[in-house]
């Protein structure tokens, strides 16, 4: 962008100031204040507002415009997933040798339960379809293991686990004698006692040096597997992250921007922003000839962290996609569970954490997790970017919604 505007100020003066080019007609103009505001104006007034405009996490996102258009279109697509989904179920078979080998490093463990609204939409069979398919297709996941967690109170009712269950080993826990406790019905407290269930069934059936517990409504992505094993092996074996409580595999988009209650991030803004700096001041001392190389990299260094901003960090996170070494692990933020690792001596101190309170109405599982982690004095860590798309716009635990939104 600054190349392009110097470009033209350099022709108008080397055409003798004709009056088609008022350059030199009002010197100002090839000032370096004048750039940088006309840059400003170009970039963040015309440019961005255009590009922008129906990206969901750019801050220049016309809501009112395109949100609706996009979730009738999300809906669409996951509707077409899950019924190849469900094909994918019906016709394929475990093969021999999945999960087999030397010990057990990892299971992958499913939370499911009923869904009284999307059930069209067939949520957990994406993730089962998506789990084994990219399981099978893992080279270096010897000894990897799935299993299903069937938490709903009436586990016979719940058609798809049963389905799956060929796919996928499945445990059930109601059912067999087995009943939900008695008492007023508080969905915020099964929700947690269904998560450490789920857990002490993976620790207990496999013994697993490390789990990774999934929501019913959180598909992993194409490296799911590649990232995890770069986690396992290389990542968390360091002295700094080999204790940590947990790995959150996925955080809401919406709240990955720098201008968001994570101080840690704006570290990498400032860096980010000096790093543009620093190479588009060149450009343009190079280009331009000005001495003033203190104020254009002032500028230029704004300019670029609010760039990032307003366009979206998100989009930038995406390019860490290109390898499993370029994700990074950062301190870990309150919020949502539907994805996450733990060690096996990190999962049976959350065993005893949340078994030791109960959750309620403003207090669920994740706000209790992120609670004790701070009072037991833990460590844990966050993966960007995430390793699961969350694709349930109906919630178990927020009650009947009327019109599904992004």
């Known amino acids: 962008m600054p190349g392009h505007w110097v470009q033209v100020m350099k022709c108008a003066e080397r055409s003798g100031g004709g009056a088609g080019f008022p350059w030199r007609l009002s010197p100002r103009l090839r000032r370096p204040w004048v750039h940088a505001l006309l840059l400003y104006v170009l970039t963040f007034g015309v440019v961005l507002p255009l590009l922008c405009q129906s990206l969901r996490q750019s801050r220049y996102f016309r809501q009112a415009a395109h949100l609706r258009r996009l979730t009738r279109e999300a809906l669409e697509r996951s509707q077409a997933r899950g019924e190849e989904a469900e094909r994918y179920v019906r016709t394929a078979t475990p093969p021999g040798g999945l999960g087999e080998g030397g010990g057990t490093p990892l299971v992958v463990a499913v939370v499911t339960t009923i869904r009284q609204q999307g059930a069209g939409y067939h949520y957990y069979l994406q993730v089962v379809a998506a789990l084994h398919r990219l399981l099978v297709a893992c080279r270096d996941c010897r000894g990897y293991r799935l299993l299903a967690c069937n938490v709903d109170p009436d586990p016979e009712g719940h058609r798809e686990a049963l389905e799956a269950a060929h796919l996928i080993t499945t ?20 929700e947690k006692e269904d998560y450490l269930y789920c857990l002490q069934e993976a620790l207990s059936a496999y013994d697993p040096q490390h789990v990774v517990l999934l929501e019913d409504d959180a598909v992993p992505m194409e490296d799911f597997f590649p990232v995890l094993r770069d986690l396992l092996e290389r990542r968390l074996t360091s002295p700094t992250t080999r204790g940590a409580l947990y790995v959150k ?21 400032l860096g980010l922003g000096a790093l543009g700096g620093t190479s588009l001041g ?20 704004v300019y670029t962290m609010l760039v990032v901003e307003l366009a979206g960090r998100h989009y930038l996170l995406e390019s860490r996609r290109l390898s499993p070494q370029l994700y990074s692990l950062v301190p870990a933020t309150e919020c949502c569970t539907p994805a996450m690792l733990f060690s096996a001596p990190a999962a049976r101190r959350v065993l005893a954490y949340l078994g030791g309170v109960r959750c309620r109405p403003g207090y669920a599982k994740d706000t209790a997790l992120y609670a004790l982690l701070r009072a037991h004095g833990e460590t844990a860590y966050a ?10 716009l109906y919630s178990t635990l927020r009650g009947p919604i009327a019109e599904p939104s992004l």
């Open 249 to 269: 595999l996925y955080h809401p988009e919406r709240l990955q921007g720098y201008l968001n209650p994570e101080p840690m991030r704006i570290l990498e803004w």
């Open 383 to 392: 993966l960007e970017p995430n390793l699961v798309t969350h694709i349930g």
């Open 282 to 301: 060149v450009v343009y001392r190079r280009l331009c000839g000005r001495a003033s190389v203190t104020l254009s990299w002032a500028v230029l260094a």
């Open 171 to 190: 445990v059930h826990r109601f059912g067999q004698g087995r009943r939900p406790a008695g008492g007023a019905y508080n969905r915020f407290e099964k």
